[in-house]
């Protein structure tokens, strides 16, 4: 099955600075990575995806890039801010065929604890 | 606030007990997802229903069973608990079957004791 690894597993950065969190994913027909932001005590929050058709995707101070051949997207966050403190996850999807109908699973990576220091 | 409303959100029970947790999607999703979310195993996958119908399963243990009704919440129920049975349970919702654009709820925490 689908396999995603996600590094690092913690990330402490400056106020101000970037932080990039890199995964890699391992079956080639997975077409859709999203990314999730999880605050304690809630529940995973989309923050922005990408499609397999595209290569750079970014959304104010977040960007995702795709590498389809290498098989890995990163997730970069420019001018971190306090309140960026959460853990990322990755994940991405593959068809599944059960009872001959078909639908996708997010498989996810086990998460990057991000610490924004002021 | 994602619009997908989970309850109860604490739970606590005995080994050996049955507990349905419940799931209600955003307004005009179709598809409900259910994770389990443990420290050493991270978010599981554990079963998706469209419109009422089971459309993938993940690894979700026989002892668990889930359903999406009529008017589209979900529940999932959990029997004959174990102490690992302990986790955050997450529903999420997604208007297509895709997978896509999937938004999860604020979970329920199940502490089995």
């Known amino acids: 099955g689908e396999n995603v690894e996600q590094h690092p597993s913690t990330l402490s950065v400056q106020e101000g600075d970037s932080a990039v969190i890199k995964c890699t994913y391992s079956?080639?027909?997975?077409?859709?990575f999203p990314w999730y932001k999880q605050e304690l005590g809630k529940g995973p929050q989309l923050i922005i995806d990408i499609r397999s058709n595209v290569g750079e995707k970014k959304d104010q101070r977040i960007a995702v890039t795709l590498n389809k051949t290498a098989k890995h997207f990163s997730l970069h966050i420019t001018e971190t801010q306090p309140e960026d403190s959460a853990v990322y996850f990755c994940?991405?999807?593959?068809?599944?065929?059960?009872?001959?109908?078909?639908?996708?699973?997010?498989?996810f990576g086990k998460g990057t604890k991000l610490s924004v220091i002021p | 606030d994602s619009g997908v409303t989970q309850t109860p959100k604490h739970l606590i029970t005995a080994t050996g007990q049955r507990v349905t947790l419940r799931c209600s999607p955003r307004?005009?999703?179709?598809?409900v997802y259910w994770y389990q979310q443990s420290l050493d195993q991270g978010l599981q996958f554990l079963i998706q229903y469209y419109n009422g119908e089971e459309r993938a399963k993940g690894n979700i243990l026989e002892r668990f069973s889930a359903q999406q009704f009529p008017d589209l919440h979900s529940e999932l129920n959990l029997s004959s608990l174990e102490l690992g049975d302990s986790a955050l349970y997450f529903c999420?919702?997604?208007?297509?079957?895709?997978?896509?654009?999937?938004?999860f709820g604020q979970g329920t925490r199940l502490t089995v004791v």
């Open positions: 999420a919702s997604s208007v297509g079957v895709e997978g896509t654009e999937a938004f």
């Open positions: 079956d080639s027909a997975s077409n859709y």
């Open positions: 307004s005009g999703d179709l598809s």
């Open positions: 994940a991405a999807t593959k068809v599944l065929t059960y009872s001959g109908a078909g639908s996708y699973q997010l498989t």
